[in-house]
């Protein structure tokens, strides 16, 4: 089994290429965005307590995501592998990742990196709105807010990883199938 993260700012388009990486390589997609989204969709009481914080743009708690994440890996059979998208958000998520996976004789085996330019990542955002309806999208001052998250509390994950040697930077500007070749070259030489 081979396990990696796909890792960048907000609208680098971890989302978008994971769901093309998954089938090509039959890997498990686990986005913890959809499934926070998922649970505001269905109303249940940990999607209106999550709703609020998410719409701001703000990280929800640890303890939440790390539970989504453990028993989806749990219910999953038969996979190459998984494809963690947007999890881990901070250094603490990725010891608790590294923990589980270890109890499961598991571990990240490479850490994908989407590399996008600030204008970039706000005009991609904000082109989503207009389809998605995305309350987290809709807002310039929300998507700044993403942006200095990411850079201070998700950003340090990069140097934890690359310090294990873990970390392949991949250039996440052009064409969306151009930016899959570079991703996939990078998944072929590990799997
Ligand atoms: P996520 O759902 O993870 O969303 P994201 O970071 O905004 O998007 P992504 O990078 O996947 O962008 P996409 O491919 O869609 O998080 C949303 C919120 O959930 C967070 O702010 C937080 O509140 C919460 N959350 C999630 N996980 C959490 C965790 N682990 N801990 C705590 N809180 C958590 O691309 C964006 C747009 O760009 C799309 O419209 C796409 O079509 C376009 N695009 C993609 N590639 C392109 C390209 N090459 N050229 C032009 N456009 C492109």
């Not at 703000?58 to 989806?72: N, T």
């Not at 082109?127 to 201070?152: F, H, N, Q, T």
């Amino acid at each position: 089994m081979v396990n990696f993260l796909i890792f960048g700012p907000p609208g680098s388009g971890k989302g978008t290429q994971s769901v093309r990486l998954a089938e090509k390589f039959n890997l498990t997609h686990l986005s913890t965005g959809d499934m926070l989204r998922a649970e505001i969709a269905a109303g249940t009481s940990l999607g209106k307590r999550m709703s609020s914080i998410m719409s701001k743009g703000e990280l929800v708690p640890d303890e939440v995501v790390i539970e989504l994440i453990a028993s989806k890996i749990d219910k999953t059979k038969n996979t190459a592998g998984f494809l963690f998208d947007g999890f881990p958000r901070t250094v603490e998520q990725t010891v608790s990742l590294e923990n589980m996976l270890e109890k499961r004789n598991m571990k990240i085996d490479s850490m994908l990196v989407l590399e996008v330019d600030h204008d970039e990542l706000v005009k991609r955002l904000l082109a989503r709105a207009e389809l998605s309806g995305r309350p987290d999208d809709k807002d310039p001052a929300v998507i700044e807010s993403r942006i200095d998250v990411y850079k201070s509390k998700t950003e340090p994950i990069i140097d934890y990883c690359r310090k294990k040697g873990l970390y392949r930077p991949v250039n996440g500007v052009g064409a969306i199938e151009d930016i899959f070749e570079r991703l996939s070259e990078q998944i072929r030489i590990i799997i």
